[in-house]
């Protein structure tokens, strides 16, 4: 049975429907994820977990949003930036995991 599970990369909080081993783990073991979706407030919370989500883009793809989320952050870990609304975003998300 799938179920929500969290991982934690610094400040960021990573969500994702998985089959439950642990209640935390760190989000590379979390078992089988399609994708990472990663939201702040702030640009700092992005900041300070930079690197994690560098290492966790390697494994699979990440998209970010929210108002912390930036062009040059993105970039930089070579992730996917959600610059729209939540909704939108979901389409998008969606899209790209069926293609």
């Keep these: 049975m799938a179920e929500s599970t969290t991982g934690h990369l610094g400040d ?6 998985v089959e439950r081993r642990e209640p935390a783990v760190p989000a590379p073991r ?3 994820v399609g ?15 930079r690197d994690h989500v560098r290492d966790l ?7 970010t ?3 912390g989320a930036t062009p040059d952050f993105a970039a930089a870990t070579d992730t996917h930036l959600l610059d729209t609304d939540p909704l939108t975003a979901a ?8 293609a």
């Design 57 to 63: 883009a390697r494994v699979l793809p990440v998209w």
């Design 30 to 32: 979390l078992g089988v």
């Design 91 to 98: 389409d998008r998300v969606t899209a790209a995991q069926t």
């Design 12 to 17: 960021l909080c990573l969500v994702a429907g």
């Design 65 to 67: 949003g929210g108002p």
């Design 35 to 49: 994708v990472a979706v990663l939201a702040a407030m702030t640009s700092a919370h992005f900041d300070s977990g």
